[in-house]
């Protein structure tokens, strides 16, 4: 069975840093679309970035990136110039293709600080 | 575009009653997803729907259950409530069944069972 971990339970940023949330997965399939959703205290998930796997290219949205590492299991967020309204609690998920579910990890709370 | 809706926001029932949530998806997607935020679990895929059947489900009694209508709104019942199904009920959609659809979410439901 898939799985997914974050191993960050807390991270904290500066405002107009970078940081980097980490994520890895296990799974024995070859095709697979992974995700970044983020919390805030709204409860509202909202999604941040999308990666298919059969894409080498690592997926971006604005000051959101991602570091996919196939061999690795491996798919890190990074947020650059991290702006006070990115504080929330941000969840790494995993699309398995045969159901559609979404399996998601135990998330990080990010803070930032001004 | 109106994203995905959820009602009602807040619902408090006492063990043993029944629940009933309600979402309404993204005008033109086909499919309904339900997950359970429960503390201490984290976010559990609970049901999938699409074109008005039940497509998939996860490791949940048949206590809980649900339904799509003809307009993809979906109903979320659960039966015999109990403690431990306190939680954030997030309903997500997407434009159909293929796994390469992006799921949204809408804002959720919150249950106590008092």
Known sequence: AQTVTQSQPEMSVQE????????????????????????????????????EAYKQQNATENRFSVNFQKAAKSFSLKISDSQLGDAAMYFCAYEEGATNKLIFGTGTLLAVQP | EAGVTQSPTHLIKTRGQQATLRCSPISGHTSVYWYQQALGLGLQFLLWYDEGEERNRGNFPPRFSGRQFPNYSSELNVNALELEDSALYLCASSPGERSTDTQYFGPGTRLTVL
Request: hydrophobic fraction near 30%; include cysteine.
């Open chain 1, 16 to 51: 107009a840093e970078t940081v980097t949330l980490s994520c890895t997965y296990d799974t024995s399939e070859s095709d697979y679309y992974l995700f970044w959703y983020k919390q805030p205290p709204s409860r509202q998930m909202i999604l941040v970035i999308r990666q």
